[in-house]
């Protein structure tokens, strides 16, 4: 029998949100935050024309793609660091500062991944435990050790929906040492309306030791090719390039990626039904009785305690999927109008009990 690290006794591993078929063949995946619409025709064009290229290696540099990213959002193309996904890219960022005895900071409940990937690399995690559904910034502060080397901020915060506004970021920018990575996790950012939700790109301009990291996942519709980046400064951005594994972001999920900034206006019409949406199954939800937290996300947040596993039950009785942690709650992605009606319904049905 091989020896494997003993790390990997403790280890949850990911369990990602799975699909259900309800009786009638109903099948409504809100459990991973995805878009609900398929690719947009030139997205599907760009990769049928990229296939016929698949025999050989893509361009490891990535140089369209980083050229368009760095083009859109104004930032110098030496800023922009990519990964097979935005999971990839944090992975990468612990590659670049996992030592023995090395501390990563993040919330906690807040994305699955962040323990995992310290896990993996080694890291210490010290887990802030949030106040209410809300990053607590005083305490993540307070944590700070001189064994520190990274802290994570996800705004808005995956899975209670929550978000940081300006001052309450800066103030707590202010406070780490400039030897400490502070990566903003904005995986959602493209769903945001309320403006006093800081854009990570504001602040990290004149802070060398703050980085965004942002996806193709969620928006932009294409989580399934896994291309997500970084937006750092040079040192940062050339540590990450410096430990990405050879050719991580395949030919297809390049082109992909290109072609959906080229259609970017329509798909920032996709957000914004999605973020109406949004609006209409919180204010629906609260009206039957539920508390639910104001959200910047594509998903909304149900606390539940020890109903969640049944709530989750009886969503997927329906033929909805939902995202269950058990013990505290259910988070459920917004999905395609009739989609979101399944859920409502069911979310009546599960508070009539
Ligand atoms: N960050 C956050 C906060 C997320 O919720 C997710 C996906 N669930 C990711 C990063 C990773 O997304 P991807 O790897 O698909 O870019």
Same mark, same amino acid.
């Given at each position: 029998?091989?020896?494997?690290?003993?790390?990997?006794?403790?280890?949850?591993? =990911?369990?990602?949100?799975?699909?259900?078929?309800?009786?009638?063949?109903?099948?409504?995946?809100?459990?991973?935050?995805?878009?609900?619409?398929?690719?947009?025709?030139?997205?599907?064009?760009?990769?049928?024309?990229?296939?016929?290229?698949?025999?050989?290696?893509?361009?490891?540099?990535?140089?369209?793609? &980083?050229?368009?990213?760095?083009?859109?959002?104004?930032?110098?193309?030496?800023?922009?660091?990519?990964?097979?996904?935005?999971?990839?890219?944090?992975?990468?960022?612990?590659? &670049?500062?996992?030592?023995?005895?090395?501390?990563?900071? =993040?919330?906690?409940?807040?994305?699955?991944?962040?323990?995992?990937?310290?896990?993996?690399?080694?890291?210490?995690?010290?887990?802030?435990?949030?106040?209410?559904?809300?990053?607590?910034?005083?305490?993540?502060?307070?944590?700070?050790?001189?064994?520190?080397?990274?802290?994570?901020?996800?705004?808005?915060?995956?899975?209670?929906?929550?978000?940081?506004?300006?001052?309450?970021?800066?103030?707590?920018?202010?406070?780490?040492?400039?030897?400490?990575?502070?990566?903003?996790?904005?995986?959602?950012?493209?769903?945001?309306?309320?403006?006093?939700?800081?854009?990570?790109?504001?602040?990290?301009?004149?802070?060398?030791?703050?980085?965004?990291?942002?996806? #193709?996942?969620?928006? =932009?519709?294409?989580?399934?090719?896994?291309?997500? =980046?970084?937006?750092?400064?040079?040192?940062?951005?050339?540590?990450?390039?410096?430990?990405?594994?050879?050719?991580?972001?395949?030919?297809?999920?390049?082109?992909?990626?290109?072609?959906?900034?080229?259609?970017?206006?329509?798909?920032?019409?996709?957000?914004?039904?999605?973020?109406?949406?949004?609006?209409?199954?919180?204010? &629906?939800?609260?009206?039957?009785?539920?508390?639910?937290?104001?959200?910047?996300?594509?998903?909304?947040?149900?606390?539940?305690?020890?109903?969640?596993?049944? #709530?989750?039950?009886?969503?997927?009785?329906?033929?909805?999927?939902?995202?269950?942690?058990?013990?505290?709650?259910?988070?459920?992605?917004?999905?395609?109008?009739?989609?979101?009606?399944?859920?409502?319904?069911?979310?009546?049905?599960?508070?009539?009990?």
């Amino acid at each position: 029998m091989p020896r494997f690290r003993s790390i990997l006794d403790t280890m949850p591993g =990911y369990v990602p949100g799975k699909a259900v078929v309800g009786p009638d063949g109903r099948s409504f995946k809100l459990s991973s935050n995805e878009s609900p619409d398929g690719p947009l025709p030139s997205v599907v064009q760009a990769i049928a024309e990229g296939a016929t290229q698949i025999n050989r290696y893509p361009d490891p540099a990535a140089v369209r793609l &980083t050229e368009a990213i760095a083009a859109k959002l104004e930032v110098p193309a030496e800023h922009v660091a990519l990964g097979a996904g935005s999971v990839t890219v944090a992975q990468e960022l612990f590659a &670049t500062i996992a030592e023995p005895g090395a501390e990563v900071i =993040y919330a906690w409940r807040s994305f699955e991944a962040y323990p995992l990937l310290a896990d993996l690399a080694g890291v210490t995690s010290v887990r802030v435990p949030l106040d209410g559904e809300d990053h607590d910034l005083d305490a993540m502060a307070e944590a700070i050790t001189d064994r520190t080397r990274m802290i994570f901020v996800c705004n808005p915060n995956n899975p209670t929906g929550t978000s940081i506004r300006r001052d309450k970021l800066v103030a707590f920018l202010d406070r780490v040492p400039q030897d400490v990575l502070v990566v903003l996790d904005e995986a959602y950012r493209e769903y945001v309306r309320d403006e006093e939700v800081v854009d990570g790109l504001t602040l990290y301009r004149d802070r060398p030791n703050v980085c965004v990291l942002r996806t #193709f996942s969620k928006a =932009y519709g294409l989580a399934g090719l896994r291309v997500g =980046y970084l937006i750092a400064h040079e040192p940062v951005a050339a540590a990450v390039r410096k430990v990405i594994v050879p050719f991580a972001i395949n030919h297809l999920a390049q082109v992909a990626a290109v072609a959906s900034l080229a259609a970017e206006d329509e798909l920032l019409e996709r957000v914004d039904l999605v973020v109406k949406e949004r609006s209409r199954v919180r204010e &629906t939800l609260i009206a039957q009785g539920w508390e639910v937290p104001p959200t910047e996300a594509n998903f909304v947040w149900l606390r539940l305690g020890d109903r969640t596993l049944d #709530f989750a039950a009886a969503c997927a009785a329906e033929g909805i999927a939902v995202r269950p942690f058990a013990g505290e709650g259910a988070r459920v992605s917004i999905g395609a109008p009739a989609e979101n009606d399944a859920f409502l319904a069911a979310a009546a049905a599960f508070r009539a009990r």
